[in-house]
T-cell receptor
């Protein structure tokens, strides 16, 4: 399968715990995006990378959130001291670095904070 | 900042019939892209169709077509000959033409489409 893969698909945690999600993009794609989607809403942009450089972060990405893409390949999104409001689907997407580059999405990682 | 609005939270259509999903957007830019994405239950979002704002001709992909009205900032999706597999959440999305935007998308709230047999 050469699509975007995300792991884990579902994570249940208690408030205050840290969680980490991983995204493996399509191999030749140098841009990688993280979005958050709450129930009944459209995805909201969180951050994106071009290769290993994090070029933009949304104001939605509080200090408790950190994303990395250490070698320009896979990416991790860590949420520290989770809150119930963090419960959402976290979507990863990748694309080629061009304005016309189509975004390809993974199936998402659903976070439930109890 | 750009905004995208989908005013129809839910729509339904009979199999083989035609349905139109609405989308409006707000931007001060003159060049941009518009998209319709489909998100089936528990599946990844996939691109249905896209439109470049500088093109006057409406995009078409098989049974899917758009009605792009740039002056009105309207971008509707028409699905002809609806099939059961078309049932999904549909999102309208905007992307700036500016390279500095990094190709990120701004999504609407979505329209849940039900196809009745």
């Amino acid at each position: 399968d050469t699509g975007v893969s995300q792991d884990p698909r579902h994570k249940i945690t208690k408030r205050g715990q840290n969680v980490t999600f991983r995204c493996d993009p399509i191999s030749e794609h140098n841009r990688l995006y993280w979005y958050r989607q709450t129930l009944g809403q459209g995805p909201e942009f969180l951050t994106y990378f071009q290769n290993e450089a994090q070029l933009e972060k949304s104001r939605l990405l509080s200090d408790r959130f950190s994303a990395e893409r250490p070698k320009g390949s896979f990416s991790t999104l860590e949420i520290q001291r989770t809150e119930q409001g963090d419960s959402a689907m976290y979507l990863c997407a990748s694309s080629l670095a061009s304005v016309a580059g189509e975004l390809f999405f993974g199936e998402g990682s659903r976070l439930t904070v109890l | 900042a750009q905004t995208v609005t989908q005013s129809q939270p839910e729509m339904s259509v009979q199999e083989a019939e035609t349905v139109t999903l609405s989308c409006t957007y707000d931007t001060s830019e003159s060049d941009y892209y518009l998209f319709w994405y489909k998100q089936p239950p528990s599946r990844q979002m996939i691109l249905v169709i896209r439109q470049e704002a500088y093109k006057q001709q409406n995009a078409t992909e098989n049974r899917f077509s758009v009605n792009f009205q740039k002056a009105a900032k309207s971008f509707s999706l028409k699905i002809s000959d609806s099939q059961l597999g078309d049932a999904a959440m549909y999102f309208c999305a905007y992307r700036s033409f500016k390279e500095t935007s990094g190709s990120r998308l701004t999504f609407g709230e979505g329209t849940q489409l039900t196809v009745n047999p």
